[in-house]
């Protein structure tokens, strides 16, 4: 590792995410949704002036994108990988105890968005029983890579889930992300990504409109029952 080359950027990086006012932006925009500067202006409790200038330094250091559409402008994460970033900080924040006990509200530790894969509870039983089940093995003995087997690619493709597409990602492919409230892992990656827009247009699950939140209907407790064995 190149330490004399990397230690401005890493700096520049813990700087911009360190001031409160950012760090509410980015977790904000951490489910996935991109929102305007007035929105994220409320929630980080600035004007809005203040606003686009955290905004302006945010971008400059690659954690946010801003797209223009006519006359609006959104502000997004630059990609999964600020996602991962927040939420392996949100795992430090909460700091080690003897005895894990989670205090994150119900409906967020119960299932929720990671940027664009799912987390929360049902995501890590999910997570495990794809290995039970043999869909998904790790490349070698505790890595954090993960691959599906032939058999697991059948499975998924079957149901919806768009491998091709996961593959041709730019992205790592399948990888353990751990869960800032289970403290266990979830999946994430680009697979993880597809399972998420799988269970989206199935509507197994539901996204809240003002929350990371994600509802399991009906039918995703049929449909998580029957095909993988899960009792929400």
Not at 90 to 112: D, K, Q, W
């Amino acid at each position: 590792m190149d330490v004399e080359r990397l230690d401005v950027p890493v700096s520049g990086i813990a700087a911009a995410i360190a001031e409160p006012a950012r760090t509410r932006m980015l977790y904000c925009l951490l489910d996935g949704r991109a929102r305007t500067s007035t929105e994220l202006a409320i929630v980080a409790g600035v004007g809005a002036s203040t606003a686009s200038v955290h905004l302006a330094k945010l971008k400059r250091h690659g954690l946010v994108n801003l797209l223009s559409q006519g006359k609006h402008r959104y502000w997004s994460l630059a990609d999964a990988r600020v996602a991962a970033m927040l939420e392996s900080l949100s795992v430090l924040a909460v700091g080690e105890r003897a005895r894990f006990e989670p205090n994150t509200p119900h409906r967020l530790r119960a299932a929720r968005t990671c940027y664009d894969h799912m987390a929360g509870a049902l995501a890590v039983a999910l997570h495990d029983r794809l290995f039970a089940l043999r869909w998904l093995r790790r490349r070698r003995e505790q890595d954090a890579d993960y691959e599906v087997t032939r058999y697991g690619a059948r499975e998924l493709e079957a149901l919806g889930v768009d491998l091709p597409a996961a593959q041709a990602s730019r992205r790592r492919f399948a990888s353990a992300c751990v869960d800032w409230s289970e403290r266990r892992p979830h999946l994430a990656g680009a697979v993880g990504a597809e399972l998420l827009d799988m269970a989206l247009r199935r509507r197994w699950v539901v996204r809240d409109l003002d929350s990371r939140a994600l509802s399991v209907t009906p039918a995703g407790k049929r449909g998580l029952c029957a095909r993988f064995g899960l009792k929400v």
